[in-house]
């Protein structure tokens, strides 16, 4: 979502935070929407690696295998390097995980929504949110 649900905690999935995409929507510099939906699969097995403990080279290289531009990852989260990444990530989707189970009402927020957005990969793994973005 681009805002919270009524009754929900709003969490930010942007890239301000550890569970932002790393890899951009961008060709060339400029925003290009044909790569959305490569972008979302990249972060999607990135996620995954990330959740199952599975070492990956770096996120640019997942990036490649998505056919993704050089130039895709933000530096960032490329600085981090990919055991640093993966264990933010594991810990904030497990936390969320844990906030959710506890019966706190989630809502993944996101600049994206309306349209093919990240957050979906990540309330995949969150208890009781049925696959949607929207955890409330």
Known sequence: RDHPTEGA????????????NPFRVLRRGRLDEAWRDAV??????AHR???????????EEIAALHELPTGSVASSYAALGW??????????????????SGGERLCLVCCCY?????ATSIAAWVPGQG???SVA
């Open 9 to 20: 905690s709003a969490v930010d999935v942007s890239r301000r935070s550890s569970l932002g």
């Open 40 to 45: 979302c699969d990249a972060f999607h097995w």
């Open 49 to 59: 690696l990330a959740m199952s403990g599975t070492d990956a080279t770096s996120l």
């Open 83 to 100: 055991a640093a990444y993966a264990a933010a990530v594991r810990s904030e989707t497990r936390s969320l995980a844990q906030r959710a």
């Open 114 to 118: 309306p349209l093919r957005c990240h």
């Open 131 to 133: 696959g949607g973005q």
